[in-house]
């Protein structure tokens, strides 16, 4: 079975800063795993998805994350925000890219 | 990027009573799937459906659920009838093979009184 802990509910940084989002997974077999965001009354979009090679992933908008199996870990970073990377974050693992499964999602707010 | 869109956006109706939401996947998908939402939860998957058969689904798509794509128009899932705890955003998503990126709608938000 696949599960996902997103441990941040929300993360709150100022413009220009860092950020790092958290993501645990849990999975039997060599997971898909994603990331999506959520900008208000819009359907999820996909940042970036690894299956295998590179443990680091590049997405889109200069967002990137990071595989590792022995932390079971994938999270997602990004060098510096912008007031419109502002949405909900969700962290997402499947077995076969066919079922889902997300986590809680978390809310960042990026602060002028 | 590719869109999905849904209808309606919001839809509200009485416990008991039958609602049908309607998706309309990108033009050349082929795979089709529901997720439901309830408010403050995970997003968590209903089912998928491939060439006119349902592929896959969880223990929360119960037997007063059903999805169709008639003559290849919109892909519905319909539940007949509603109850109370059916309230949540039902998301549509559709991908052109199996282990394709899944495009997700803007959701169905449907609070059952």
């Known amino acids: 079975a696949q599960s996902v802990t997103q441990p941040d509910a929300r993360v709150t940084v100022s413009e220009g800063a860092s950020l790092q989002l958290r993501c645990k997974y849990s999975?039997?077999?060599?997971?898909?795993l994603f990331w999506y965001v959520q900008y208000p009354r819009q359907g999820l979009q996909l940042l970036l998805k690894y299956y295998s090679g590179d443990p680091v992933v590049q997405g889109v908008n200069g967002f990137e994350a990071e595989f590792s199996k022995s932390n079971s870990s994938f999270h997602l970073r990004k060098a510096s925000v912008h007031w419109s990377d502002s949405a909900v974050y969700f962290c997402a693992v499947s077995n076969n890219n066919n079922r889902i499964f997300f986590g809680d999602g978390t809310q960042l707010v990026v602060k002028p | 990027g590719p869109k999905v869109l849904q209808i309606p956006s919001h839809q509200i109706i009485d416990m008991g009573q039958m609602v049908t939401l309607n998706c309309d996947p990108v033009s050349n998908h082929l795979y089709f799937y529901w997720y439901k939402q309830i408010l403050g939860q995970q997003m968590e998957f209903l089912v998928n459906?491939?060439?006119?058969?349902?592929?896959?689904k969880s223990k929360l798509f119960k037997d007063q659920f059903s999805v169709e794509r008639p003559d290849g128009s919109y892909f519905t899932l319909k539940i007949q009838p509603t109850a109370l705890e059916d309230s949540a955003v039902y998301f549509c998503?559709?991908?052109?093979?199996?282990?394709?990126?899944?495009?997700f709608g803007p959701g169905t938000r449907l609070l059952v009184l």
């Open positions: 459906f491939y060439n006119g058969k349902v592929m896959e």
């Open positions: 998503a559709s991908s052109l093979g199996a282990e394709d990126t899944q495009y």
């Open positions: 999975s039997s077999v060599t997971p898909y």
